[in-house]
Protein backbone atom coordinates (compact mmCIF):
# COMPACT_ATOMS: atom_id res chain seq x y z
CA UNK A 1 0.00 0.00 0.00
CA UNK A 2 1.54 3.27 -0.78
CA UNK A 3 0.74 6.67 1.16
CA UNK A 4 -1.08 7.66 -1.98
CA UNK A 5 -5.18 8.03 -1.99
CA UNK A 6 -5.50 7.11 -5.52
CA UNK A 7 -3.72 3.74 -4.60
CA UNK A 8 -5.08 3.01 -1.32
CA UNK A 9 -7.50 0.27 -2.02
CA UNK A 10 -8.87 -2.39 0.10
CA UNK A 11 -10.05 -4.99 -2.45
CA UNK A 12 -8.29 -6.40 -4.62
CA UNK A 13 -7.33 -9.92 -6.46
CA UNK A 14 -4.26 -11.44 -8.47
CA UNK A 15 -5.26 -13.84 -11.49
CA UNK A 16 -3.00 -15.69 -13.52
CA UNK A 17 -4.44 -15.86 -17.30
CA UNK A 18 -3.03 -19.01 -18.92
CA UNK A 19 -4.13 -18.40 -22.29
CA UNK A 20 -6.25 -15.49 -24.31
CA UNK A 21 -8.98 -17.96 -23.80
CA UNK A 22 -8.37 -16.81 -20.13
CA UNK A 23 -7.93 -12.99 -20.79
CA UNK A 24 -11.47 -13.79 -22.55
CA UNK A 25 -13.37 -15.10 -19.53
CA UNK A 26 -11.66 -12.10 -17.35
CA UNK A 27 -12.68 -9.56 -19.98
CA UNK A 28 -16.50 -11.15 -19.95
CA UNK A 29 -16.37 -11.15 -16.20
CA UNK A 30 -15.60 -7.00 -16.03
CA UNK A 31 -18.19 -6.41 -18.67
CA UNK A 32 -20.58 -7.92 -16.17
CA UNK A 33 -19.99 -5.13 -13.46
CA UNK A 34 -21.61 -2.26 -13.27
CA UNK A 35 -18.74 -0.04 -14.08
CA UNK A 36 -18.61 3.53 -14.91
CA UNK A 37 -15.81 5.82 -14.80
CA UNK A 38 -12.30 4.94 -15.88
CA UNK A 39 -10.43 2.13 -15.75
CA UNK A 40 -6.33 2.26 -15.76
CA UNK A 41 -4.75 -0.88 -17.74
CA UNK A 42 -1.13 -0.85 -16.98
CA UNK A 43 2.22 -2.84 -17.73
CA UNK A 44 4.38 -3.25 -20.24
CA UNK A 45 4.03 -3.06 -24.33
CA UNK A 46 2.70 -6.46 -24.75
CA UNK A 47 1.74 -7.12 -21.73
CA UNK A 48 -2.20 -7.57 -23.52
CA UNK A 49 -4.15 -4.57 -22.72
CA UNK A 50 -5.58 -4.04 -25.53
CA UNK A 51 -6.42 -7.62 -25.88
CA UNK A 52 -7.88 -7.65 -22.84
CA UNK A 53 -9.64 -4.29 -24.13
CA UNK A 54 -10.89 -5.97 -27.68
CA UNK A 55 -12.43 -8.35 -25.49
CA UNK A 56 -14.10 -6.15 -22.88
CA UNK A 57 -15.90 -4.38 -25.73
CA UNK A 58 -16.96 -7.23 -27.40
CA UNK A 59 -18.23 -8.89 -24.08
CA UNK A 60 -19.89 -5.36 -23.71
CA UNK A 61 -22.13 -5.91 -27.17
CA UNK A 62 -19.48 -4.22 -29.36
CA UNK A 63 -20.05 -5.77 -32.54
CA UNK A 64 -17.20 -4.47 -35.23
CA UNK A 65 -13.68 -4.39 -35.16
CA UNK A 66 -11.45 -2.93 -32.58
CA UNK A 67 -8.94 -0.67 -33.35
CA UNK A 68 -5.75 0.06 -31.00
CA UNK A 69 -5.68 4.05 -29.89
CA UNK A 70 -2.26 3.84 -30.45
CA UNK A 71 -2.11 7.48 -33.10
CA UNK A 72 -5.69 7.96 -32.42
CA UNK A 73 -5.56 8.27 -28.44
CA UNK A 74 -8.71 7.40 -28.23
CA UNK A 75 -11.65 5.43 -29.75
CA UNK A 76 -14.94 6.01 -29.17
CA UNK A 77 -17.91 3.43 -28.93
CA UNK A 78 -21.96 3.45 -28.58
CA UNK A 79 -22.67 -0.05 -27.85
CA UNK A 80 -26.51 -0.67 -27.82
CA UNK A 81 -27.91 -2.18 -24.71
CA UNK A 82 -30.78 -5.08 -24.21
CA UNK A 83 -32.96 -2.04 -23.48
CA UNK A 84 -32.08 -0.32 -26.51
CA UNK A 85 -30.42 2.55 -24.99
CA UNK A 86 -26.65 3.11 -26.08
CA UNK A 87 -23.77 2.58 -23.72
CA UNK A 88 -20.46 5.15 -24.46
CA UNK A 89 -17.61 3.28 -23.92
CA UNK A 90 -14.31 4.84 -24.93
CA UNK A 91 -10.86 3.16 -25.23
CA UNK A 92 -7.60 5.37 -24.92
CA UNK A 93 -3.90 4.52 -25.21
CA UNK A 94 -2.00 7.45 -24.37
CA UNK A 95 1.58 5.69 -24.78
CA UNK A 96 2.28 8.55 -27.41
CA UNK A 97 0.83 11.72 -25.69
CA UNK A 98 3.34 14.41 -25.68
CA UNK A 99 1.92 17.06 -23.82
CA UNK A 100 -1.44 16.62 -21.26
CA UNK A 101 -2.76 19.50 -23.04
CA UNK A 102 -3.71 17.21 -26.33
CA UNK A 103 -6.34 15.46 -23.80
CA UNK A 104 -8.25 18.55 -23.72
CA UNK A 105 -7.82 19.71 -27.31
CA UNK A 106 -9.46 16.07 -28.66
CA UNK A 107 -12.53 16.59 -25.88
CA UNK A 108 -10.97 14.18 -23.45
CA UNK A 109 -12.07 16.32 -20.52
CA UNK A 110 -16.00 15.46 -22.03
CA UNK A 111 -15.49 12.17 -22.70
CA UNK A 112 -14.30 12.07 -18.82
CA UNK A 113 -17.58 14.18 -17.47
CA UNK A 114 -20.09 11.52 -19.38
CA UNK A 115 -21.98 10.23 -16.73
CA UNK A 116 -22.07 6.32 -17.15
CA UNK A 117 -19.22 6.30 -19.48
CA UNK A 118 -16.82 4.18 -18.90
CA UNK A 119 -13.32 4.93 -20.11
CA UNK A 120 -10.69 2.31 -20.47
CA UNK A 121 -7.15 3.71 -20.60
CA UNK A 122 -3.93 2.24 -21.40
CA UNK A 123 -0.78 3.78 -20.42
CA UNK A 124 -2.80 6.99 -18.02
CA UNK A 125 0.73 7.38 -16.09
CA UNK A 126 1.32 9.66 -19.20
CA UNK A 127 -1.20 11.84 -17.91
CA UNK A 128 -2.30 10.67 -14.04
CA UNK A 129 -2.33 14.20 -12.72
CA UNK A 130 -3.89 15.37 -15.31
CA UNK A 131 -6.77 12.54 -15.06
CA UNK A 132 -9.34 12.36 -12.62
CA UNK A 133 -8.83 8.91 -10.14
CA UNK A 134 -9.75 5.52 -11.68
CA UNK A 135 -12.53 3.26 -10.57
CA UNK A 136 -10.10 0.88 -11.19
CA UNK A 137 -6.36 -0.29 -11.39
CA UNK A 138 -5.31 -3.63 -13.37
CA UNK A 139 -2.01 -4.23 -14.08
CA UNK A 140 -1.05 -6.59 -16.56
CA UNK A 141 2.76 -8.46 -15.94
CA UNK A 142 3.49 -10.92 -18.82
CA UNK A 143 5.68 -13.46 -16.98
CA UNK A 144 9.13 -15.37 -18.18
CA UNK A 145 6.79 -18.25 -19.51
CA UNK A 146 4.05 -16.60 -21.06
CA UNK A 147 1.47 -16.10 -18.78
CA UNK A 148 -0.39 -12.90 -17.36
CA UNK A 149 -0.30 -12.08 -13.99
CA UNK A 150 -3.00 -9.62 -13.37
CA UNK A 151 -3.59 -7.41 -10.73
CA UNK A 152 -6.65 -5.52 -9.91
CA UNK A 153 -7.47 -3.07 -7.78
CA UNK A 154 -10.27 -0.81 -6.66
CA UNK A 155 -9.62 2.61 -5.55
CA UNK A 156 -11.80 4.32 -3.37
CA UNK A 157 -14.09 5.47 -5.80
CA UNK A 158 -14.90 1.86 -6.81
CA UNK A 159 -15.34 0.80 -3.36
CA UNK A 160 -18.00 3.63 -2.74
CA UNK A 161 -19.96 2.23 -6.17
CA UNK A 162 -20.05 -0.67 -3.48
CA UNK A 163 -18.07 -3.13 -6.59
CA UNK A 164 -16.86 -5.66 -5.53
CA UNK A 165 -13.84 -7.98 -6.89
CA UNK A 166 -14.38 -11.41 -4.63
CA UNK A 167 -17.28 -12.55 -7.55
CA UNK A 168 -14.26 -12.19 -10.63
CA UNK A 169 -12.92 -15.87 -10.83
CA UNK A 170 -11.03 -17.98 -13.88
P1 LIG B 1 -0.52 -4.13 -24.96
O1 LIG B 1 -1.76 -3.42 -25.34
O2 LIG B 1 -0.39 -4.35 -23.48
O3 LIG B 1 0.73 -3.49 -25.52
P2 LIG B 1 -1.44 -6.19 -26.77
O4 LIG B 1 -2.77 -6.62 -26.25
O5 LIG B 1 -1.41 -5.27 -27.95
O6 LIG B 1 -0.57 -5.60 -25.57
O7 LIG B 1 -0.59 -7.47 -27.17
C1 LIG B 1 -0.55 -8.63 -26.38
C2 LIG B 1 -0.02 -9.76 -27.23
O8 LIG B 1 0.16 -10.91 -26.44
C3 LIG B 1 -0.97 -10.13 -28.35
O9 LIG B 1 -0.22 -10.49 -29.49
C4 LIG B 1 -1.73 -11.32 -27.77
O10 LIG B 1 -2.17 -12.20 -28.79
C5 LIG B 1 -0.63 -11.97 -26.94
N1 LIG B 1 -1.14 -12.76 -25.79
C6 LIG B 1 -0.76 -14.03 -25.48
N2 LIG B 1 -1.40 -14.46 -24.40
C7 LIG B 1 -2.19 -13.46 -23.97
C8 LIG B 1 -3.09 -13.33 -22.90
N3 LIG B 1 -3.32 -14.31 -22.01
N4 LIG B 1 -3.74 -12.15 -22.76
C9 LIG B 1 -3.53 -11.15 -23.64
N5 LIG B 1 -2.69 -11.21 -24.68
C10 LIG B 1 -2.02 -12.37 -24.86
MG1 LIG C 1 -2.02 -1.52 -26.25
Same mark, same amino acid.
Given at each position: %????????? !??? $? !?? @??????? *? +????? $???????????????? #????? @?? #???? &? #?????? /???? /??????? !???? $??? +????? %??????? =????? $???????????????????? #????? &???????????? !?????? *?? *? =??????????????? +?? +??????????
Amino acid at each position: %MSDNNLYDA !VDW $Q !VL @TLNSEAD *T +QALAE $QLASLPLRGSVWLSGD #LGAGK @TT #LTRY &W #LQALGH /KGAV /KSPTYTL !VEPY $QIE +QDDGS %MKSVYHA =DLYRL $QDPEELSFIGFDEYLDEPNA #LVIIE &WASRADSYLPPP !VLFIDM *TE *T =DNGLRRIELRLSKIG +QA +QHLNLSTIKI
